[in-house]
């Protein structure tokens, strides 16, 4: 996978280099530390032709734009005719002001190339700022991860395990969009191939995965023997698909075809799987799936799947709960991941327990407006160390914004029912994965 990123500082001779070769030596350092494989050139690129020597033959994910001294527009051109690929334009703060010289006019230069940018129709991200700010330092380390997550997508299988429930549409997805939208490539089988694969196991084959599953969930011995074997067949069935097709995230139908056809719930498969590295919802719902992958990608752990069923204006909380899917790794830990029965079918196993703690979560959702437009929801809070709310799976978070206004304007909004809580900050990352993917980032904490 092409990981490739460059920084190019721009400008002209003609200011005041000694402070602009400060700046370059500042920013080389800043970005060596942020990822120390970026590439940089030895010296600026202060003329058209050591820009275009610089960047002849590569093929970068990102190219970071800074106008270390003033540039016109033609540098950003030759750049965006020579690559494709997206932009970080960074503006450096004027070193000086002393109502003498004008050390750098980097502002002035930003503002052509922003220009030149939106003729091109590009998309960009901008950060203002000196290499020894921390809210510029911050930006750039997003910026890269983000950038790194847009390439795993385009490498991305995405697989789509029967259809959604009816009335539940809103997760079903185009193999089209996905791969012009997202760059993924979406796989799409019938329930039945899994369930009948899982079928053909013998009770001996699956023993390995019981014990498995016994590593991670409590009580599972409660579980009646055939639904504890038959949920370990699922287990294998899924595993091995995923495994031998190169799946990193999944959406898979649940009822009532788990219940009626195979008489064991997928509940307990699919929040293994999220443990195991493949970002795993259930209902089917493929976008749901995709937010999953990408906030797991961007925090390096597991991420909760649910809907927001409660809120509490006095803690100024929402609650987010699911009847019987969530990662074990998010279990409280006096309860660890209990195993339950589903709460309405009274089948198991299922996941029944409260999640953990966490300083800074953020709520996330890929999803489509009433024209059908891609968008992204955002918002930060904390989620709290409370005990399940319901039977089932369950997270409490308290909201950077007022609960109820969140609520309200996401209802209003039209936002599918399915969010992602995911285990950190990300929201400059996922504004930035908004930005290369040409989607609108709405964010609920403004």
Request: glycine share 6%; net charge negative; with cysteine.
């Amino acid at each position: 996978m092409n990981n490739e990123i460059i920084y190019l500082p721009i400008g002209v001779p003609t200011f005041h280099l000694e402070s602009a070769q400060t700046e370059f030596e500042k920013s080389v350092k800043i970005l060596k530390e942020t990822d120390e494989n970026i590439l940089v050139p030895e010296e600026m690129l202060l003329s058209i032709d050591k820009l275009n020597a610089f960047i002849k033959d590569k093929n970068p994910i990102l190219v970071i734009v800074q106008n270390v001294t003033f540039a016109n527009g033609e540098y950003v051109a030759q750049v965006l005719h020579r690559l494709n690929c997206h932009v970080l334009l960074w503006t450096l703060r004027e070193p000086v002001i002393d109502g003498g010289r004008l050390r750098l006019n980097s502002l002035t230069g930003a503002f052509s190339a922003a220009n030149m940018l939106k003729s091109f129709g590009r998309s960009f991200t901008y950060v203002f700022g000196s290499p020894d700010e921390q809210a510029v330092q911050n930006k750039i380390a997003a910026t890269v991860k983000a950038v790194k997550v847009r390439e795993e997508l385009k490498n991305l299988n995405l697989l789509q395990i029967g259809h959604t429930p009816q009335g539940f549409g809103f997760g079903r997805a185009l193999d089209s969009e996905v791969m012009t939208v997202f760059g993924a490539n979406l796989v799409s089988i019938e329930a039945r191939e899994l369930i009948d694969k899982a079928k053909s196991f013998s009770g001996e084959e699956v023993i390995p995965y019981i014990e498995r599953a016994k590593e991670s969930i409590v009580c599972l011995d409660r579980i009646p023997e055939k639904n504890l074997f038959d949920f370990a067949r699922l287990f294998k069935a899924y595993d091995e698909y995923t495994k031998e097709n190169n799946i990193g995230a999944l959406s898979s139908r649940c009822w009532p075809d788990f219940f009626t056809s195979f008489g064991t719930p997928v509940c307990a498969v699919l929040s293994l799987l999220n443990d195991l590295g493949v970002a795993a919802a259930c209902e089917a719902d493929t976008y749901g799936a995709l937010s999953m992958f990408a906030a797991m990608k961007l925090t390096g752990k597991a991420a909760f799947f649910g809907d927001p069923v409660s809120l509490d204006e006095k803690e100024n909380t929402i609650t987010f709960w699911h009847c019987g899917m969530a990662p074990c790794s998010l279990a409280r830990e006096d309860t660890r991941a209990v195993c339950g029965v589903h709460c309405n079918r009274k089948i198991g196993p299922t996941l029944d327990f409260g999640c953990k703690a966490e300083k800074q979560v953020t709520l996330f959702r890929i999803g489509k407006n009433d024209s059908g437009k891609f968008r992204v929801f955002l918002a930060s809070g904390e989620a709290l160390n409370k005990p399940k709310q319901f039977d089932g799976t369950s997270i409490v978070v308290r909201t950077e914004n007022g609960c109820r206004d969140i609520v309200n304007r996401a209802v209003k909004e039209g936002w599918e029912p399915h969010f992602v809580v995911a285990m950190g900050n990300i929201k400059e990352e996922i504004k930035v994965l908004a930005d290369t993917l040409s989607i609108e980032a709405e964010d609920f904490d403004d």
